[in-house]
DNA sequence: CGCGATAAAATTGTGTACAATATGTATTTT
DNA sequence: AAAATACATATTGTACACAATTTTATCGCG
């Protein structure tokens, strides 16, 4: 396997909770399951670590970023300022290719939420709002969106693994809500897409609350007052 | 050199412009110069492509991070928000360690100053707000600060090579704007340290301008179309 | 002289061996 | 039995050799 090609797997496998948070990332394994030596496999240990997938503490390896629940206090602060500033600049940006782009991506979310994949779900999400980073063309605000996009992906697992009537339709909801901001997009109307996607924001969040706060509550009082 | 040495002294030569922005970095030659193998150097320069002072192409090695006219106008875009942002949760999470360290970092700048060694006040200028992140303590925020001064240390070179009386006098407002800015987070008062936080950017922006577009402008149609 | 193909040189990418460091275990000491 | 030490093992860090790729130089041809 490639270099290129290793990166984006192992991107995949932290984003989709194949390698837990947390988890230390051994070194020989991993060459071994991936098929590749050790140098080329620590230069991509590297770059994850360089763009807060993975940390690398000297000496002692890898592991990936963890998402404890003072991080997760810092993520809801920032989100929607984040999310509201990259769709204002991917309006006024905004071009045919990427719209079409964003088109294809959302097709897939589309097929993925009719056919009740989670993961695909959670891919094709990821790969939308990567794209409408892309759109916003602002290498000073995508390193923070793409640090959100990783520990957003990671939790809306649970938002996509939908067990009940309401949680899918709050799904199908996020869809819908996915089109009319790819048209205010194309419409580059920069305050529309930035009302869509904090209303975007706003479903995904009441879902993820529960990644956090799992429900239903522990009613064990050490449990609560440890978080 | 050790690695975590290496990656530092890297760092410092493309913050502080010794190698210029856009130039191609040859593998060989840096191993020569810091005495290290290219094993280590290219996990470096993997890392460092990962946090944006460095761009890689596959089979054609890195390069510096170049600064263009249409990077420059996301940078103007940007950084008030992120610097204001930064800035109230630095006042919200304020703590009497990171202040002290605050201080110590701006009395080198102000040493710097009174001695009127523009390398020095970029160093401790870029320490200072890179401290002011840290006590902001926002995994999310951080990644776009970085970004953000990784362009505007190397920018403000311009502004801290005062040449006239009038520049001069800008850089001592701009101490005195470092000090009040850190009485605001030590005493926790966020709405004031993210006024001062603006004052201080609008400041160093109406120098940087001039980095962008240097003065006296060049009337040569042909430059002016190429720009 | 310009253009394209081809060969040589230089540069980047990868595998492997070995060194340095950290971790775990057994033994000794109190 | 607990703590400390020394040793063995496992893991990470570095150097170097070679493979793959790109860049440069050379040559032939119109």
Do not use: E, I, K, M
């Given at each position: 396997m490639k270099k290129t090609e290793l990166f984006d797997t192992l991107r995949w496998q932290i984003l989709q909770l194949d390698i837990e948070p947390g988890s230390a990332l051994d070194e020989v394994s991993l060459c071994e399951a991936h098929n590749v030596s050790r140098t080329p496999l620590r230069e991509v240990l590297h770059r994850l670590a360089g763009e807060g997938f993975v940390r690398i503490e000297p000496n002692r390896g890898a592991s990936v970023s963890s998402m404890d629940i003072t991080t997760m206090r810092n993520f809801f602060q920032t989100a929607p300022m984040i999310y509201a500033s990259i769709a204002r600049l991917a309006a006024e940006n905004a071009n045919p290719a990427k719209i079409s782009t964003l088109r294809d991506i959302q097709r897939d979310f589309r097929l993925a939420v009719e056919a009740g994949h989670p993961r695909d779900m959670a891919i094709s999400n990821h790969k939308l709002h990567e794209t409408i980073g892309d759109m916003a063309d602002s290498p000073y605000l995508s390193p923070s969106l793409q640090r959100l996009l990783i520990d957003h992906t990671r939790m809306s697992q649970t938002f996509y693994a939908a067990r009940n009537k309401d949680e899918r339709t709050r799904i199908m909801t996020a869809c819908e809500q996915h089109d009319d901001m790819i048209d205010a997009f194309e419409a580059r109307d920069p305050s529309r897409a930035v009302t869509l996607t904090l209303d975007h924001w706003a479903l995904s969040r009441d879902r993820m609350d529960l990644y956090v706060r799992?429900?239903?509550?522990?009613?064990n009082p050490e449990v609560r007052d440890a978080v």
């Open positions: 799992p429900d239903p509550l522990p009613v």
